[in-house]
Nanobody, 124 residues
Framework: VQLVESGGGLVQAGGSLRLSCAAS????????MGWFRQGPGKEQEFVAA????????FYADSVKGRFTISKDNAKNTVYLQLSSLNPEDTAVYYC??????????????????WGQGTQVTVSS
C-alpha cells in the first residue's frame, strides 16, 4: 500500500490549500481514509476521515466548517480542502488508510497505512 500526499505549502492566515493523497496498492472500496496532523511540539491529532464505499465523512471539532474531505474514485485520490486557515493549523498533515470496520475513525492506531506527510505552514 502506498499513500503519497501533496499540496502542502506556505499560506497566509485566512487562506486556503488543497491537500491530495494518491492511494495505490489495494482496493480501497472497504477502507476508511483519514487525515491526521502533528504541529510543532504537539501530539498527532485527528483531522478528518471518509469511508470510501459510502462516502460518510467525519471531522474534528477544530476544523468542522473549515476543512472538507472528499474523494475521486477514478483517481484513487482523497483530498482535504483547507480553508480559513490560521496559524494553529500549522502542522505536518498525514494521510492514512484502515479497514472500514474500525471502531473509532479518530484513533490513529486504527489505521494500518500512512503517507510520508506534507507540511502546511500558516503565517499570521
Amino acid at each position: 500500500v502506498q499513500l503519497v500526499e501533496s499540496g502542502g505549502g506556505l499560506v497566509q492566515a485566512g487562506g486556503s490549500l488543497r491537500l491530495s493523497c494518491a492511494a495505490s496498492g489495494r482496493t480501497f472500496s472497504q477502507y476508511v481514509m483519514g487525515w491526521f496532523r502533528q504541529g510543532p511540539g504537539k501530539e498527532q491529532e485527528f483531522v478528518a476521515a471518509l469511508t470510501w464505499s459510502g462516502g460518510s465523512t467525519f471531522y474534528a471539532d477544530s476544523v468542522k466548517g473549515r476543512f472538507t474531505i472528499s474523494k475521486d474514485n477514478a483517481k484513487n485520490t482523497v483530498y482535504l480542502q483547507l480553508s480559513s486557515l490560521n496559524p494553529e493549523d500549522t502542522a505536518v498533515y498525514y494521510c492514512a488508510s484502515g479497514p472500514e470496520w474500525m471502531r473509532v475513525v479518530s484513533k490513529s492506531n486504527e489505521y494500518d497505512s500512512w503517507g510520508q506527510g506534507t507540511q502546511v505552514t500558516v503565517s499570521s
